[in-house]
């Protein structure tokens, strides 16, 4: 059905976000249902993800330990950010829709997107490649018009890929980082949303995660090929950043997102989403 090959250390982070999104789809009162995920889990060869593991590595005797707060942080997290980002997506009422770094996410198969819907994805080339691997041996079919855009984010011709591609920046777009800026420097972070600025005429949207404020403990080994990657980008900055460059922003906290959808928080929430319009 699908090959099997080896994903680089940054694709095996959207490797961890499918298999959260599969755990969650098997759930009978999942808040989304991405049945894709675990085809892309099973095509990649790799064993389950800790981060999409509800128990720990063995322990001593064999027996799983539980599961890290950081694995179940991160699995909470990428959860709620994907049906909030469902959600606003759909109501953004943009017929342009550009996902940066869109990993194994499946939108474009698994929304009702409103007829006329151009949708492009762009993400590192063997990412988008290892997905069309299997997104083509399951006989996928969008249900919007789909292009997947293979593009270095960090290198500055990726508008002109975009734009090559059908991409009208006179029309408003609704953008989705996610799971993007953290493994971004604070000046990759500020270049790219520069980018994604000129491209956005006024009422576009752009959607992405609110950094960590506080202090998150990253004391689980098992997420190290992860949590080493990380570089912050804007930090707890990037709402301010935004204002300041031509965007209105909103500020959506963890726990106020999680309680709408019936998930509430029990401890304190130091994340959250930004959704912001272009003025
Ligand atoms: C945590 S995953 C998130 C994927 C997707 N947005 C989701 O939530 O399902 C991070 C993604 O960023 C992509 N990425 C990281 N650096 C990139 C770059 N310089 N250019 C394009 N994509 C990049 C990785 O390949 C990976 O797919």
Redesign the pocket.
Known sequence: MTTSQPMSA??R??L???GV?ALESARPQGLFNDPYAAAFVAASGEPQHPAASTTGPAGPGGRPEPASALAKALRFQ?VI??RFYDDHLLAAGCRQVV???????TRAYRLSWPSGTRLYE???PP?LEFKEGVLTGLAAVPRCERTALP????DPRWPDLLRGAGFDPAEPTAW?A???LV??TAEQAAALLGAVGELSRPGSRLALERARTGTTALDDPSLAHITSLWRGGLGPDTANWLDGHGWSTETHPLDAVAARYGRPVTGPSHTGYLTAVRR
């Not at 996902?99 to 996410?105: C, E, K, N, R, S």
């Not at 593009?151 to 960090?154: E, F, G, H, K, Q």
């Open positions: 940054v694709s982070t959207a961890a976000v499918a999104r990428t950010r994907t996902l940066l770094a869109a990993g194994l996410d762009l993400d590192l990412v593009a270095d984010l960090l989705l996610e799971g993007l493994y971004l």
